[in-house]
C-alpha cells in the first residue's frame, strides 16, 4: 500500500530513489546517525513513476539525476540516491556506468555475466583486478537553493573465471572481494556483504560528511 505524500513532513523525510527496501535498510542503518529523526522511504512507496534517463558520464552524475528526479516527483525536500558499478582494470574500466546494461538488455545479469567472461577469457590472475563502485549522492532543497553531498566508495577484488554463489546480483558470482578471500560476492550472506560492499563504504563518506 503506498504512502500518502501529504501525511509525510518534508523537514523530516528522505526519499530513496529505488523501490528495493533491503537498500532503505541498509541506507538508513549507515545516515540515521546523521540525520536523526528522519524517517527513510522508498520511492517506490510514494507512488509510480518513471524512471529517469541516466544519461550522466559518471556515477555521481547518475546518482543526482535519480535523487533530483526523486524531488521533481514528490515534492520532498530531501532525497538520497546511490549509482554503482564493476570497474575491470583489463577493460579500461569498463562495464562502469553501463554495468546493468553492458550486454544490451537492462538487468540482464546472465548476458552480461557472460559477456564478462567472454572478454575476460585468457587473462591471468594479476590482471584480473577490478572493483565495485558506489556514488551516493544527498539532495537537500529548501527557499535558498540546492545543496549537493557526495560519497564515495569502493569494494577492491578481482574477476574470476566462473561463476559461483547463487546469492546477490548482477556481477556477483564472478567478483572475489579481496575482504573474502576465496568467497565470491555471491558466496557471502547479505550481513557478510554489507559489511564490505562499496555501498556502504560510500555511504559511511557521506555520513562523516553530514
Known amino acids: 500500500m503506498a504512502l500518502d505524500i501529504s501525511t509525510l513532513d518534508p523537514a523530516k523525510t528522505v526519499v530513496v ?10 541506507i538508513e542503518a549507515i545516515l540515521a546517525q546523521s540525520l536523526p529523526g528522519v524517517r527513510f522511504v522508498a520511492l517506490g512507496e510514494l507512488g509510480n513513476f518513471p ?23 514528490t515534492g520532498l525536500a530531501m ?16 562495464p562502469g556506468i ?35 563502485h558506489s ?16 560519497g564515495e566508495g569502493d569494494c577492491e577484488g578481482f574477476v574470476g573465471t566462473e561463476p559461483r554463489g547463487d546469492g546477490g ?9 579481496n575482504d573474502t578471500p576465496g568467497k565470491t560476492m555471491a558466496e557471502l550472506s547479505a550481513d557478510e556483504k554489507n559489511a564490505i560492499s562499496h555501498r556502504f ?10
Open 201 to 210: 563504504h560510500a555511504l559511511q563518506d557521506l555520513a562523516q560528511k553530514l
Open 79 to 94: 532525497a538520497v540516491a546511490d549509482d554503482s558499478g564493476l570497474c575491470v582494470d583489463a577493460l579500461d574500466g569498463a
Open 17 to 26: 530513489a529505488t523501490g528495493n527496501p533491503h537498500k532503505v535498510t541498509e
Open 98 to 132: 553501463f554495468s546493468a546494461r553492458w550486454a544490451g538488455e537492462h538487468g540482464n545479469d546472465a548476458a552480461n555475466n557472460q559477456k564478462l567472461m567472454r572478454l575476460m577469457e585468457g587473462v591471468p590472475r594479476e590482471r584480473r583486478t577490478a572493483r565495485f
Open 169 to 177: 546480483f548482477g556481477y556477483d558470482p564472478l567478483f572475489l572481494p
Open 135 to 150: 556514488s551516493v549522492v544527498l539532495v537537500e532543497r529548501d527557499e535558498d537553493g540546492e545543496g549537493v553531498t557526495h
Open 51 to 73: 524512471d529517469p534517463v541516466e544519461d550522466g558520464d559518471t556515477f555521481a552524475q547518475n546518482a543526482y539525476i535519480k535523487a533530483a528526479a526523486a524531488l521533481d516527483n
